[in-house]
């Protein structure tokens, strides 16, 4: 069992990694819900920007928990280095999917994405292992 349990289990040790890969896996399970609804509604893909939204708003959060409780320390700072660095690779997977530019609307979304994983990294660092 020990041996299963290792091989299964995946730790990283940088907290900034952790918090991305913890907040790209809610991303991930967001946009399947999000694409069941527009398979199994009458739901237009014009609809869905809010949902969007939301969907990054709480992988966001998630991540900088994550990140915060992992560094123990200084989990604002932790958060927010996870939602810029989330915040530019949904950007640069934009620009290179979709040939889009970047303009200021970007700016306002990789200061809003730092602030909401950095809320998150504070209640994470805050949160005591028992």
Known sequence: MQLIRRLVSFRVSNPILSGLCQAFVWMFIGAFILSLFLWMS???EQDLSLYTYVVH?????VGGFVAGKRSGEKGWYYGGITGIVYGLLVLLIGFLALDASFNWKDSLQLLSAFFIS???GMFGVNTHRS
Request: net charge positive.
């Open 57 to 61: 708003g709480l992988s966001l959060l």
């Open 42 to 44: 009458g739901m237009r």
């Open 118 to 120: 950095a809320l998150g």
